[in-house]
């Protein structure tokens, strides 16, 4: 016990020294001047996350974001895998080598999925734009932002992940079909706001577990930067998180899939 009292003791000395160094500085007065942490103080907070970093570590992207950015969230729409909460960013690259920064863009963006080509020279993500997210490509040497053309009928998945080829030429995006949209809300809304919810319990899978299924439906196909060409990699279905190796001929991928759908595939196949 002696030793844990002396320990507290040596703490509350280090606290009163602490006290009359800050009391002596001008800090001190100006928050005498101003005692309350206000609402709009807590709202000004500003956070800055690590979003990528390049492969040989020099140049990084963060994000920095603040509550206020964020106010509009709509919470009864909470579940609905089409709905994709407010929160607008500066998107800020920072020479790791001189400290230096700048934005990516003008104004405050919502984005997500960011990564750094693996030379470093192009950074890709998804943006909002509208009521979806869009990809976008940030050149480097040129400071210049641009949309990529999506595929006719297609849009980009709001879980997208995004991938870059080996040699830098290509990235990796999920799509899915354009009617995805219109199909998940419209259940999403069946599931919160019909006159009557009946369910069986001979249902595959229960109410919420099968709206959240919905989100796995995407492809993933690869844009040509170059040639602005996309080429599908994988058809639409049920899929979950994927890798590509590290000379970018091959990739692994995870699908989720029921019974009946083995059943289906083995009967196919025979």
């Not at 001008?26 to 101003?34: A, E, N, T, V």
């Not at 909002?128 to 006719?152: E, F, H, K, N, Y």
């Not at 259940?187 to 899978?205: C, I, L, Y």
């Amino acid at each position: 016990m002696t030793g844990v009292f002396d320990d507290l003791l040596q703490s509350a000395r280090r606290m009163h020294s602490t006290y009359h160094l800050f009391a002596g500085t001008g800090l001190y007065h100006h928050c005498r001047k101003r005692p309350t942490f206000s609402v709009d103080d807590m709202l000004d907070v500003r956070t800055v996350n690590i979003a990528a970093l390049s492969d040989d570590g020099h140049w990084l992207a963060a994000t920095s974001s603040s509550l206020r950015d964020r106010i509009g969230i709509d919470n009864h729409r909470f579940g609905d895998p089409t709905y994709i909460a407010p929160n607008r960013q500066d998107l800020l690259v920072i020479d790791t080598q001189s400290g230096t920064s700048r934005k990516v863009f003008a104004d405050r963006r919502q984005v997500a999925g960011l990564v750094w080509s693996p030379a470093g020279t192009r950074l890709a993500m998804l943006a909002m734009s509208g009521a979806g997210l869009v990809p976008v490509i940030w050149d480097r040497a040129l400071g210049q932002a641009t949309d990529v053309p999506l595929p006719p009928g297609k849009v980009a998945a709001e879980t997208a992940e995004l991938r870059w080829t080996p040699d830098g030429e290509k990235v990796l995006i999920n799509l899915r079909p354009a009617e995805w949209r219109t199909k998940a809300a419209e259940r999403f809304r069946q599931e919160t706001r019909g006159m009557a919810v009946v369910h069986s319990s001979k249902e595959p899978f229960l109410a919420w577990d099968d709206l959240r299924r919905m989100s796995l439906e995407k492809s993933l196909v690869a844009f040509e930067v170059k040639t602005s060409k996309w080429m599908e990699l994988i058809a639409t279905g049920k899929m979950g998180t994927y890798e590509l190796t590290e000379d970018g001929a091959a990739l692994t991928y995870l699908s989720d899939i029921t019974k009946e759908d083995r059943l289906r595939r083995h009967l196919r196949n025979r």
